[in-house]
């Protein structure tokens, strides 16, 4: 091992959004930052130029932004009792690589998270009964309440230039917008985009129905915008390459969009790319870390020390961070104890395609990642779930995200795959297709964790993160429940036929498709040690100055997209940083 | 950004409040983040434009194997009143061009062993390659043709090909050697599709032929004025490479 480098005050670990977000914050507190990221550096030029990254063979079909396998992947079990298998090929999920990770090709929903979600155990007690959480599933509330995170999310709109439409204004509520929205400090920094035409005939069947459809938050630009940071961003141009693609407009919000342009500008900032971080080294006692161990491009292993360690990869890495650096006590299904694996959750999505007649055109090919339409009639707790009898919810929304025939071409049921009748189809139907979802809450189970692979390991020679994890009844009878919801929706729609994909009773979760990469928890928040990897600050318990951020430390998966609830509590555990630890480091909540 | 070496960086605290620039003087401040040596910046310009050639020789394909790569695709998307097929947009060509890629060797797939088989939720679970895969498939169905109907397949009718390639696909059909029916739905029929909808500068989808056939406009990338209303966009295609279809 080469000697050990220079110490800085904090070393972030991973560089997309929330190593961004804790860079720029700890930066401007004047701290020395040093960020490791294992992939490359990447910027929209030379990156995502026009015409290069619009081209569906490099970027969807071959992964061209996405994590490459071959150096690291997962394994996967449906239950404790099975042998798990590597994830070998990119399917149900698409973790990102390099400088902006997955900041960079995902599609920019960017919503909140309902106040009672927080504190879903307690939500559930008072208006059900304790008796009404099935056995098996570790509901618990998450420590933090909504109102302490209010500002962080609406920085975090500030900083993306979220285009949207605000349903309630200090509890005031507004035509137009969500109205089950929680209260919001400000109106979005940007109106909504232009509905395409599913949005548009998702907003009038699900008004005719008496639902309220409301105007999708989203990260892509409306109008040019100049962010709190002095980055401007262009507005969307409904190009059609959004997820799975670097924007080449500068209207999709990213690290690089948003906050590199004056972090890179900051003398006591430094990214080292190639730096793939093995572990945190703690202290003899184990009770404070040192810095991390890491692989440098040149395959020297490393030792970086640090005053602080913040760990900011993708939800996988820092979890099997926690685990291969022995921080924290790992779960044990059998029997229950430990924390870091717990709560592991993914989402379910459910993806139905609308076929209509040649005289509707959809034209699929346009779109933008956060585009849509949507309802949240049944999301969280805003329906009575007493006599459906199960727990959670989620969004439904007609979307039109941009699709290319590369990315695949849905047909109506019992169309031909291939030959003249699938060429007759497609032809058919290529400008006459839509699509509406729902993605939904997913719970946490006693048997649905996260640990080691005993057999399997990376290029590295360190054991893969084994994921234990199957679709429960109470959540697939909610799934099936949706499934009625989204067949009324595409009726009333006009769709002549509808085929897609809607999870149900007896399913398990098949890994080849793609659905959705919003998988969490493992390293839950909350405050209860016990049930908890991190407290509400996102420090660790065991190790106080080691910060924890990502969807891992969600306590169960939310029906919302991500990003926004990510991004708001890095800001607010970095605001925390800020105005406490490094007044008095140590831990911030007492044991 | 400081500069990195990574060693002599010195303990610098800055004043909390950093002046906001705009982003022409942000970008000028952006060479500090030029890759460190040894690194390869990736490039702006678009992989070399290669649109399909009349005369083209198979890199990859040995004598053998072409006809069937022809063959196949000559029924998987063949030429019909329709639209084009794929032998005449160059798709035989693609695939072969991508033998020449990395992922061709499973280079971005986790290959490392034990194997097990296991339920299709599972995903690919093979120790094979896609040239592995095209090198084994092809010879199995060739075996299985001469066995059954004493030709290799490309020299089958028509009408036999297609009932071998809807045997293999739903499994009715099947090799000792490998899984025909991942073979063909993973690789063979996901490649056509690939080649023949993919951009030119791959090798299939000559002048644009599937995306005219579709009403897919390709690399156009610009439909702000147009995602409002729900009617036929105007124009024809573009590819990456400028030309128009």
Same mark, same amino acid.
């Given at each position: 091992?080469?000697? !050990? ?60 932004? *996405? ?66 959480? !099935? ?26 230039? %979220? ?34 035409? %599913? ?93 991390? %161990? ?53 989402? *379910? ?100 964790? *996260? ?77 209860? !040690?016990? %049930? ?60 | ?41 990736? &490039? &702006? ?201």
């Amino acid at each position: 091992m080469a000697s !050990p480098n220079k110490p800085v005050d904090v070393v972030i670990v991973g560089f997309g959004w929330t190593g961004a977000i804790m860079a720029i914050e700890l930066a401007q507190a004047g701290l020395k930052v040093l960020a490791l990221e294992r992939g490359e550096d990447a910027a929209t030029v030379p990156n995502w130029a026009y015409p290069k990254v619009v081209d569906e063979i490099s970027q969807s079909a071959r992964n061209g932004l *996405l994590q490459n396998l071959s150096k690291s992947t997962v394994t996967i079990r449906h239950d404790k009792s099975d042998r798990a298998l590597p994830y070998r090929q990119i399917g149900s999920f698409k973790p990102g690589t390099g400088v902006g990770g997955a900041g960079i090709h995902w599609s920019g929903v960017h919503s909140r998270v309902m106040p009672e979600e927080l504190r879903l155990k307690s939500q559930i007690t008072e208006r059900y009964g304790a008796r009404f959480i !099935p056995a098996g599933m570790s509901l618990q509330d998450w420590g933090i309440t909504f109102g302490e995170l209010e500002p962080h999310f609406d920085h975090f709109e500030q900083v993306c230039g %979220t285009s949207g439409k605000a349903g309630n204004i200090q509890g005031r509520k507004l035509e137009g917008g969500n109205p089950f929205e929680a209260p919001r400090s400000h109106e979005f920094p940007l109106p909504p985009l232009t509905d395409p035409p %599913t949005s548009v005939l998702f907003a009038k069947a699900t008004r005719d129905l008496g639902y309220h459809p409301y105007p999708l938050p989203a990260a892509n630009a409306s109008r040019p915008y100049t962010n709190p940071y002095g980055c401007q961003l262009g507005p969307c141009n409904f190009c059609g390459f959004c997820s799975d693609y670097g924007c080449i407009n500068y209207s999709k919000a990213s690290p690089q969009t948003t906050i590199l342009p004056l972090l890179y500008r900051m003398p006591n900032f430094t990214l080292r790319t190639h730096a793939h971080v093995l572990k945190v080294n703690t202290d003899g006692a184990g009770k404070m870390a040192t810095g991390v %161990t890491y692989i440098d491009a040149q395959g020297q292993e490393v030792e970086q020390p640090a005053a602080m360690v913040v760990l900011a990869a993708f939800h996988l890495h820092n979890v099997r961070l926690m685990l291969s650096s022995g921080i924290g006590q790992p779960y044990n299904p059998e029997t229950g104890e430990g924390t870091v694996g717990r709560n592991f959750c993914y989402q *379910l999505l459910n993806s139905v395609n609308l076929f209509f007649n040649k005289s509707v055109y959809i034209n699929q090919f346009m779109g933008s990642g956060g585009v849509g339409q949507a309802i949240e009639d049944f999301y969280g707790d805003n329906f009575d779930h007493g006599k459906l009898g199960f727990i959670g919810g989620g969004v439904i929304w007609g979307r039109q995200t941009g699709n290319g025939p590369v990315r695949g071409i849905p047909l109506p049921s019992g169309s031909p795959t291939w030959g003249s009748g699938w060429k007759a189809a497609v032809k058919e139907n290529f400008l006459h297709t839509g699509r509406i979802e729902s993605q939904l809450s997913n719970m946490a189970y006693r048997g649905c964790y *996260l640990d080691l692979d005993p057999t399997y390991r990376d290029a590295y020679g360190v054991p893969l993160l084994r994921m234990t994890l199957n679709w429960q009844d109470n959540d697939l009878r909610m799934s099936e429940f949706f499934g009625e919801k989204l067949s009324q929706i595409g009726k009333a729609m006009g769709a002549i036929s509808m085929a897609g994909r809607v999870l149900k009773r007896g399913d398990n979760w098949d890994t080849r498709p793609y659905q959705s990469t919003h998988i969490n928890g493992g390293t839950a928040m909350g405050a209860d !040690p016990k %049930t908890s990897v991190v407290n509400k600050y996102l420090q660790s318990w065991d190790v106080s100055n080691l910060f924890v951020l990502g969807a891992n430390v969600f306590a169960h998966g939310i029906g919302y997209n991500p990003t926004g609830l990510v991004g708001a509590l890095a800001y607010w555990a970095a605001a925390n940083i800020r105005s406490s630890y490094l007044q008095n480091p140590g831990p911030l909540v007492r044991r | 950004m400081s500069s990195d070496d990574g060693q002599t960086s010195r303990r610098l605290f800055l004043a909390n409040t950093i002046a906001l620039a705009p982003l022409a003087a942000l970008a000028a401040g952006r060479t500090a983040a030029q890759p460190s040596k040894g690194e390869e910046l990736p &490039s &702006s310009a678009p992989a070399p434009d290669h649109p399909s050639v009349p005369d083209y020789r198979p890199a990859f394909f040995t004598t053998v194997e072409w006809p069937f790569i022809n063959a196949a695709c000559a029924r998987l998307i063949p030429a019909d009143e329709h639209g084009p097929g794929a032998i005449e947009l160059g798709v035989p060509q693609y695939i072969d061009r991508q033998m020449g890629t990395p992922w061709a060797d499973g280079a971005i797939w986790y290959m490392q062993g034990p194997f097990f088989a296991a339920t299709p939720e599972f995903g690919y679970q093979s120790q094979l390659t896609p040239k592995q895969q095209y090198r084994l498939g092809i010879k199995a169905i060739d075996t299985l043709c001469q066995e059954r109907l004493e030709r290799p397949f490309a020299a089958l009718a028509p009408a036999q090909q297609d009932d071998v390639l809807k045997q293999i696909e739903k499994g009715s059909l099947t090799s000792t050697e490998l899984p025909l029916s991942t073979f063909f739905s993973g690789f063979l029929l996901k490649n056509v599709l690939e080649g023949y909808f993919g951009d030119p500068m791959y090798g299939g989808n000559k002048d644009m032929g599937a995306w005219k056939m579709i009403g897919y406009p390709g690399a156009r990338a610009d439909y702000l004025e147009w995602v409002g209303e729900a009617k036929a966009y105007p124009y024809g295609p573009v590819s990456i490479y400028g030309k128009r279809g």
